[in-house]
Structures are given as C-alpha cells and as structure tokens.
C-alpha cells in the first residue's frame, strides 16, 4: 500500500509541469544548434511560456485516457487520436501519420520506412504516463511503449520513451537521482544503443570528467553511429542526465548545463525540469523563473478547433493540467493499492528500489518480430508478426505468425479463416486449440501466396471465431505491394 496525502502528491504534479514548462521555454531559442551554447538564462518575453510540442502533445493523450479509460488505451487508440487532433508532420509525426493513413498499424506505423524511428519525439511526452501512475513503474512504461510505438516502432526512440517514463515514475517515491538512472536502464535491453549512451555519462562522471569533455564525448559516439547523428534520442537523453548529474541538484544549475550541451535543447532542458520538479515539489523551483513563464500552457501542434470550446476540460494552465490528472487517479491507480487523501500522511515506506528493477517488459518485446502488432477481442488477444516488411510483390509468399493468448478460463478452440483478395491464398491451421492456463501464447504460420492482382494496399482479413461463443474477431492485416 502507498498512501498519498493528497496536497503532497499535488505539489509532485504541478512541480512537474512547471519544472517542464521552464525547460522547454529555456531551452527552445536555442533548439538545433550543433556546438555547445552559452544559455546564462530565459531569452523569451517575459511572462509566458513558448509552445512546445514536448508538452502540448500529451494534452492529447490526457482526454484519451479520459475518454477511453486505461483498460482500452492502447498504440491503435493513440493513433487515431494522432491522426485526429495533432497538426505536424515533422519528421516520424508525418510518417507515422502516412503510415496509419495506408493502414499500417502501430508500432508497424513507426517501424516502416522511418529513418527517425531513434529520435526525440516520444521520450518528451512521458510525463504524463508517470503523473497518471505515480510510484507504479510498470504501468508508466507500458503506456509509454504503447505512445511511443506509433511513431517509433521498436526503435531507440522508443527504448528512450521507457527509460525516462520509467525514472519519472520512480521520482515520485525516490529522490536518489543515480537510483532513478539505474532503475531506468534495468528496463531496456543492455544492447541498445540508449543503455550505452547513458551508460556511458556515468562512467564518465564517476571518473571526475568535466561536463563539457563529457557531452563531447556522447556527441561523438552519436555522430560516429550511421543510424544515429543529430537529434537522435541517446544523445540528447544523455545531454539530460548530463545536466541532472553534474547540476548536483540545483534546478538552474542543472537546467543551463542540459541547454549548452546544444541540438535538441527544449526536450533535454524540459525534461531535467520535468523530473527535478517531480522528485522534489515546487520547493525547487525557482520563484523568479516560476514568475517568468507564469502557469498558461501555450500550444504548438494541436488541431485546437476540435478542442477549445468542444472540450470544455481541455487544459489551458499547468493547475487545470494538474487537475485534470488528479481527477484522474481514482480511474488509473484503481487496484494498484494506492491511497490518496486530504487527511492522511504520506506514506511510502514500503517502496524500495530494487522492486522497480528488472526488464521483463523489453525483454518480451525483444522476442518479436520487427514488423508485428496486436489486437485485443474479449476472448483473446492477438499477436501478429510479419517475416519481414509488410510488403508484398506479384507471385510470391509472406509468412504471417499468428499468436493467441486466451483470456477466461475455459480451453477454447478457435477457428481460422482469411479473406483475401481475388486469386490470393493461404495455406496454414484452420483451427487454434488453446487449452493452457490464461497468458499462454498458441501460434499457427501461415503463407500467403498472391498471384498478378497486386495494388499498392493489399488488405487481407482474418477473420476469429470460437467454438462455443458467439463473438467473431475481424483483423485488417495490410501488405503494401
């Protein structure tokens, strides 16, 4: 059990957002400069933050959770609100929106043809997924993946969204900073490149190496990678835990050095903000640069004619955001043995580090495919891998895997049946026997054979249905030819 007095735990959230706020305002002007900067302090008008999508973005996901609730939040919900209600098509936003509109589902919606897959445009929107579960770990970086995923597949982008969501829920519980990394990189696999940059800026701290040789060195191990370079995410993660840890604790300290390590500022600032204001309460922020950019939250990528006004809770300030989330708890921290009140003290005594610790989560993702997506029915849910690109040229195969994991607790028989286009067929099981406990994957392969009735978006449905029950599973499996 944790017990949150709830003004405490309010503090923690609003602290957050602030502390968010002020990096990304910080750190915007100087955004995409390659050499290192010179950032003695805001350079903006006084008085009212910049937009930033680092912020605005998760807005988005806060009226999903809203509208959907956590059971049924998932990559294919977050896609649909992506293609829904935000603007841009920078870099993986646009692919991953070109992706969904041809009927590649997430994380295939990040994976394919995506040369920004190890970028920085999810490990920036994660605040909201530990403010949601505050203390819960697990829960944080599985919503994380899920955002993450659609516009990042299985890249470093994604590995970078866990890592960070994974230290921002921990901050609610613990204050060691070398605690909050070290659970961090338990949660992604050791042979990413995220885990090596950051790995990286600890031994060269503990080595008594000065800052600047130190984000020297992670520049050049990013630009010295073919897959990485520029405003990639273990960079620019690591240019954050580099101003975390030699700013010792002072927010300014900490921020300015994450700014002048240069590229990606706004994120790598907003995000040492983000996780000092959350480990330590509104006690650490600044009262002059608190001031400067006051509590209005100022949009950037957000198709606001679907939400002001049609959204009368949309938030439109750091208290209301907090708020919002607050109201929320009840809903998200349901069965997660987390109190929260006015008239009780916090209590988290319980918690210790090592139960954060562990990579089950990434070590499952690991063993699939790199082109796969799921899909969730009442009796069931759904593994689909592809072998290879979800491609397919004029008289050839594609082997598709099929998982199922069955939910309720009597052994079903689940018949198979693909619908595919004229001439096309399938040669694998008609039937999926799944007698084992819950949370048990049976697969079947199967190879789809085409004929010359190629078009450049091939939708084959596959259709589910069980012995004994009366829901039938429609699944769209999409081959671009």
């Known amino acids: 059990m944790i017990q949150w007095n709830k003004e405490e735990l309010k503090d923690k959230i609003y602290a957050c957002w602030i502390g968010k706020n002020i990096g990304g305002t910080l750190g915007t002007p100087f955004e995409g400069k390659q050499e290192m900067n010179a950032c003695t302090g805001f350079t903006s008008k006084p008085g009212e933050p910049l937009p930033n999508d680092d912020l605005d973005l998760q807005l988005i996901w806060l009226k999903a959770m809203t509208e959907v609730g956590p059971k049924h939040l998932d990559s294919k919900v977050l896609g649909e609100y992506w293609l829904e209600y935000i603007t841009p098509y920078w870099n993986e936003y646009g692919i991953c929106k070109a992706n969904m509109r041809r009927g590649l589902m997430p994380p295939i919606s990040g994976q394919y043809h995506n040369h920004w897959k190890h970028s920085n445009g999810a490990w920036i929107r994660t605040e909201i997924w530990a403010c949601l579960y505050p203390g819960q770990v697990e829960k944080a970086i599985s919503f994380a993946y899920e955002d993450a995923c659609v516009d990042h597949g299985i890249g470093e982008g994604t590995y970078a969204a866990i890592f960070v969501a994974a230290m921002e829920a921990a901050a609610f519980v613990i204050q060691d900073l070398r605690t909050l990394i070290e659970i961090g990189l338990s949660k992604i696999p050791e042979h990413s490149q995220m885990h090596h940059f950051i790995t990286k800026v600890l031994e060269c701290y503990d080595g008594g ?175 689909i891998e592809y072998d290879g690109k979800p491609e397919m040229q004029a008289n050839s195969d594609k082997k598709i895997k099929l998982s199922i994991k069955k939910k309720l607790r009597s052994q079903k028989l689940y018949s198979i049946q693909w619908h595919l286009p004229d001439g096309w067929e399938a040669e694998g099981p008609k039937n999926i026997c799944a007698m084992m406990h819950e949370g048990v994957f049976e697969s079947a392969e199967y190879t789809i054979k085409s004929n010359e009735n190629i078009l450049s978006k091939n939708t084959l449905m596959l259709e589910i249905s069980c012995e004994g029950h009366f829901e039938t599973t429609l699944i769209p499996v999409v081959l671009l030819g």
């Open 209 to 383: 190496m000065d800052w600047k040789d130190t984000r020297n060195l992670i520049t050049d191990l990013s630009l010295s990678d073919q897959n990485l370079g520029w405003f990639q995410a273990p960079a620019n993660v690591g240019y954050a835990i580099i101003g975390l840890l030699y700013g010792q604790g002072d927010f300014k300290q900490s921020l300015l050095i994450a700014c002048n390590c240069g590229d990606d500022t706004d994120c790598s600032c907003a995000t040492a903000g983000s996780i000092l204001g959350i480990m330590n309460g509104m006690s650490i922020i600044p009262k002059d640069w608190r001031e400067y950019i006051g509590d209005s939250i100022v949009t950037i990528s957000l198709n606001l004619g679907e939400l002001r006004g049609v959204d009368p809770l949309f938030p439109e300030s750091c208290t209301i955001l907090t708020e919002r989330i607050m109201d929320l708890h009840p809903v998200t921290l349901f069965g997660c043995g987390v109190k929260i009140a006015d008239t009780i003290e916090t209590d988290i005594s319980e918690i210790t580090a090592g139960s954060f610790k562990g990579n089950d989560f990434s070590t499952a993702l690991a063993k699939r495919s790199e082109y796969f997506f799921t899909h969730r029915s009442i009796l069931a849910d759904f593994l």
